[in-house]
């Protein structure tokens, strides 16, 4: 009875503590330095979430190592829905492949409260490279191994992986040549530097419509409303290729429950937003607004996914 008596107690000190919550700012590290994806974002919903709350999200930049200086920091943070963490999907479900030693471990440092939204990644190759179509770059890739190289933003990124995959699928021989981010090599590209990238459509649209660079393929399982003549991997064979982008919100593990389901509602508010929906669209994002069980579902089958995927094509990172 006395057992009884105290979860009755526990139950009743967490709805409080849910109600009270947040009686003071929030933090929301973005592990990233200021003016990118994660950032904007973070910026955007931050913003609709102090409006409703009616307490200050403060956005922290805490950029360095890849993303993981800000991770860390936040995994060590008081479990107390005080300090959050933007996490795309190398944070939570490639680095601990890619990594010999990660100072933080996504699965027992962190507990997902929402996933924020999702984007498409596009396929596209350089003018010198003589093809209009997948079909023809694999025939060319082929005919000419180890002539071609591809760009990315960096090894064991999203955009290293996804061409990776099609690679290894296919039996390609491409060089792979890392830059720092994105913003360094669509400019490789543009300056023929590289022979292919994937970027996302709002990065490349100009340069598409004005010829200098041509569109091969998209990374979703379906095609993209905003380039519906592009067709997905799978349409081209690669039965089960999907390379989607994920970025939410996470929080220290123990964080309580009804503190987390606060969190969750308010997010997923805030990104159907009207005015939040137009700014994602965009920046090329799917706005999502998830609950944290459908969230950590998302990040359990990436984590699988890029396990194999990295392990496939040997990258690590000491």
Do not use: C, W
Request: aromatic share 6%.
């Amino acid at each position: 009875m006395k057992l009884l008596s105290f979860a009755f107690g526990m139950l009743a000190a967490l709805a409080a503590s849910a109600q009270e919550f947040p009686n003071r700012p929030i933090k929301l590290v973005v592990p990233y330095s200021a003016g990118g994806l994660p950032d904007t974002m973070a910026r955007l919903v931050g913003q609709k979430v102090s409006d409703s709350l009616g307490q200050q999200v403060i956005v922290e930049n805490r950029g360095g190592a890849g993303g993981i200086s800000g991770s860390e920091a936040v995994a060590k943070a008081p479990a107390d829905g005080y300090t959050l963490l933007i996490a795309d999907v190398g944070q939570v479900a490639i680095n601990p492949h890619l990594f010999s030693k990660l100072p933080y471990d996504p699965a027992k440092d962190f507990v997902p409260v929402s996933l924020l939204g999702t984007s498409a990644l596009f396929l596209v190759v350089h003018p010198s490279v003589e093809v209009n179509s997948f079909q023809e770059l694999v025939v060319l890739v082929k005919a000419n191994p180890g002539k071609y190289n591809f760009g990315s933003s960096g090894t064991g990124s999203i955009h290293h992986l996804a061409i990776e995959a099609f690679k290894t699928s296919l039996d390609l021989n491409m060089v792979h040549v890392p830059y720092k981010g994105v913003g360094q090599a669509l400019p490789a590209l543009l300056g023929g530097q590289v022979s292919m990238i994937f970027a996302a459509l709002p990065a490349i649209e100009s340069h598409v419509k004005s010829g200098k660079l041509k569109l091969l393929a998209v990374s979703t399982a379906t095609r993209s409303a905003r380039a519906p003549d592009v067709p997905t991997f799978v349409e081209l064979g690669i039965a089960g290729y999907e390379f989607v982008p994920e970025i939410g919100v996470v929080a220290p593990a123990g964080t309580p429950a009804p503190v987390l389901q606060k969190l969750a509602g308010e997010l997923a508010k805030a990104v159907r937003q009207p005015d939040v929906v137009q700014r994602f669209t965009q920046l090329g994002i799917d706005p999502v607004g998830s609950t944290p069980e459908a969230y950590a579902a998302v990040i359990r089958a990436s984590y699988e996914k890029y396990g194999k995927v990295v392990k496939a094509s040997g990258a690590k990172v000491e």
